[in-house]
């Protein structure tokens, strides 16, 4: 069965600091993999995926994220965080393949506070 | 539209009361999820429509909800009898399954509360 793990409920980092969002999943086909980020009061915002290609990807507000096949994780890290980066952030796949069920699963979220 | 949009933003009911809500996908877009969100916490799934494949509603809590989608286009989230425990806000998205761009994009969300 298809899930997604986040396994911190929140993660506490101080301003200028690096940080991680960890995620970990289990597709049976090959993973689409997805970050996205709920400031208070907002709707859901996409940051960036892995589809294929590079294991390293950037996406918005100088975030990247590792895909890493071998320990079937997508880590969501910024060098400097900002105190403006405090928001919810939530991991999601779903599987690529052809013919399998392409429902997104969603992990449970992790809180990120960034304290300056 | 540019994003999907969701109406009404606000909805307050009283309990016993049916609420219907409204999603305006992404033109194009083939898939469209529902979702119920508490304050505070993750996204519930509810139902997902992809094509013209029969509705996943395994997430849809009671008979009391219901959803259609016509299409490709407009979808619409029922929920009959409302009761207190079903104040949240709903949300909804959609994506363009088997390509690239498959990133799912979400409307701002219903708030439903039941007084």
């Known amino acids: 069965a298809q899930s997604v793990a986040q396994p911190e409920d929140q993660v506490n980092v101080a301003e200028g600091n690096p940080l991680t969002v960890k995620c970990t999943y289990s597709?049976?086909?090959?993973?689409?993999l997805f970050w996205y980020v709920q400031y208070p009061n907002r709707g859901l915002q996409f940051l960036l995926k892995?589809?294929?290609?590079d294991n390293l990807v950037k996406g918005s507000y100088g975030f990247e994220a590792e895909f890493n096949k071998s320990q079937t994780s997508f880590h969501l890290k910024k060098p400097s965080a900002l105190v403006s980066d405090s928001a919810l952030y939530f991991c999601?796949?779903?599987?690529?393949?052809?013919?399998?069920?392409?429902?997104?699963?969603w992990g449970l979220g992790t809180s990120l506070a960034v304290n300056p | 539209g540019a994003g999907v949009s969701q109406s009404p933003s606000n909805k307050v009911t009283e309990k016993g009361k049916d609420v219907e809500l409204r999603c305006d996908p992404i033109?194009?877009?083939?898939?469209l999820y529902w979702y119920r969100q508490r304050l505070g916490q993750g996204l519930e799934f509810l139902i997902y429509?992809?094509?013209?494949?029969?509705?996943?509603k395994s997430g849809l809590p009671s008979d009391r909800f219901s959803a259609e989608r016509t299409g490709e286009s407009v979808s619409t989230l029922t929920i009959q009898r409302t009761q207190q425990e079903d104040s949240a806000v709903y949300l909804c998205?959609?994506?363009?399954?088997?390509?690239?761009?498959?990133?799912?994009?979400f409307g701002q969300g219903t708030r439903l509360t039941v007084v």
């Open positions: 597709v049976s086909g090959n993973p689409y």
């Open positions: 999601a796949v779903r599987d690529g393949s052809a013919g399998n069920n392409r429902k997104l699963i």
């Open positions: 033109s194009g877009h083939t898939a």
């Open positions: 998205a959609s994506s363009l399954e088997g390509t690239r761009n498959t990133e799912a994009f």
């Open positions: 892995y589809i294929t290609g």
């Open positions: 429509f992809q094509g013209n494949s029969a509705p996943d």
